[in-house]
C-alpha cells in the first residue's frame, strides 16, 4: 500500500525495509505491529538472507516511540507486536544479518532500533541521543544493550544525560561500524548486504546463535554447549550440504555456491 508506513523491496536474497512515517519516522504501536510482521516474515523465509533497514528522507533515521500517538491514547506499555517494539528487539531466532543505514536522527527508541541490527553505517549527518531522561522515561532496551556495545562511562552519560553524539563520535566508540557521505550511504549500505547476502547463510545462523546465548555464559560453559551439540544451529552447519560444498570449493580453489542447506 502507497500510503503504509513501512516500504519494502526483495533485491535478491535481500529484503530492504524503510521506515516511511513522516515527518520524523516516529514508531506507534501499530506500525511496530507491521514492523513485527514485516521481520518475521523475513526470518521465516528461506530465500531471503539479509535485512537492509534505513529511513525514508534525509533527516531522520527513527526518533523512537510517537509521543503524538502516546498523547492520542497510544499506551506506552501497549502491545508492539511481534518482535517488541520497531519488530526486531526482542524476535525469537533471528539468525539473518541485519544491516541498518543511519540516514538522520536516530534517538530514543530509534537507537534502540539501530542496536538490534548487526552492522551499523551512518550517514555524516547522522546523530544519536537517548533523551528519554528528559521526558521522565527510561530507555529500557538501550539501558541494557549500550552498556556492553560502548565504554561504560560513555553510555552512563547518554543515559543519564541525553547528551548527543555526532556520527565521528559514535563510530570512535565502536556505536556504529563506520561514517559515509550521505550521498553514498545505501550504495554502501546496499554493498555490504550484498556481500553478507553472498555468504554462506547456515554459517551466519550459527555465528548468531553462538553470540545471542553466549552474551552471558563463561566462556568454557560456551564451548561445552558447542562440544555437546547443544546450538540447533551449529549441528544443522555441520549436516549441510553447504558445509562440503565449503570444502569441495576450497580443494577445487573455486568459489563455493551457497544452497543453505
Request: proline share 5%.
Amino acid at each position: 500500500m502507497s500510503d503504509s508506513p513501512i516500504r519494502t523491496e526483495r533485491r535478491g536474497h535481500v529484503l530492504e525495509v524503510t521506515l516511511d512515517r513522516p515527518k520524523a519516522n516516529a514508531i506507534d504501536l501499530a506500525t511496530s505491529r507491521l514492523m513485527g510482521e514485516v521481520f518475521t516474515d523475513f526470518r521465516d523465509d528461506p530465500d531471503l538472507r539479509v535485512a537492509l533497514l534505513t529511513g525514508a528522507g534525509e533527516k531522520f533515521f527513527c526518533p523512537g516511540w510517537d509521543l503524538k500517538a502516546a498523547a492520542d491514547g497510544d499506551a506506552v506499555d501497549g502491545d508492539y507486536g511481534k518482535g517488541g517494539f520497531g519488530g526486531l528487539q526482542e524476535l525469537r531466532g533471528l539468525n539473518k544479518p541485519v544491516v541498518a543505514a543511519v540516514n538522520g536522527i536516530c534517538c530514543g527508541g530509534g537507537l534502540e532500533l539501530a542496536l538490534s541490527a548487526d552492522i551499523i553505517l551512518a550517514a555524516d549527518h547522522a546523530s544519536f541521543a537517548l533523551p528519554e531522561i528528559r521526558s521522565g522515561t527510561v530507555a529500557d532496551a538501550a539501558s541494557v544493550k549500550l552498556p556492553k556495545r560502548i565504554p561504560y562511562h560513555i553510555a552512563m552519560e547518554m543515559l543519564l544525560t541525553g547528551r548527543w553524539i555526532d556520527a565521528e563520535e559514535a563510530a570512535r566508540w565502536g556505536l556504529i561500524n563506520r561514517v559515509v557521505p550521505a550521498t553514498d550511504l545505501m550504495a554502501q549500505a546496499r554493498e555490504m548486504a550484498d556481500l553478507l547476502a553472498a555468504g554462506p547463510p547456515l554459517v551466519y545462523a550459527a555465528i548468531k546463535e553462538i553470540v545471542r546465548e553466549a552474551e552471558d555464559m563463561k566462556f568454557q560453559d560456551a564451548m561445552n554447549r558447542i562440544t555437546k551439540s547443544q546450538f540447533e544451529t551449529v549441528e544443522q552447519l555441520y549436516r549441510s550440504e553447504d558445509q562440503l560444498e565449503g570444502a569441495r570449493a576450497f580443494a577445487e580453489k573455486r568459489d563455493p555456491v551457497w544452497k543453505g542447506r
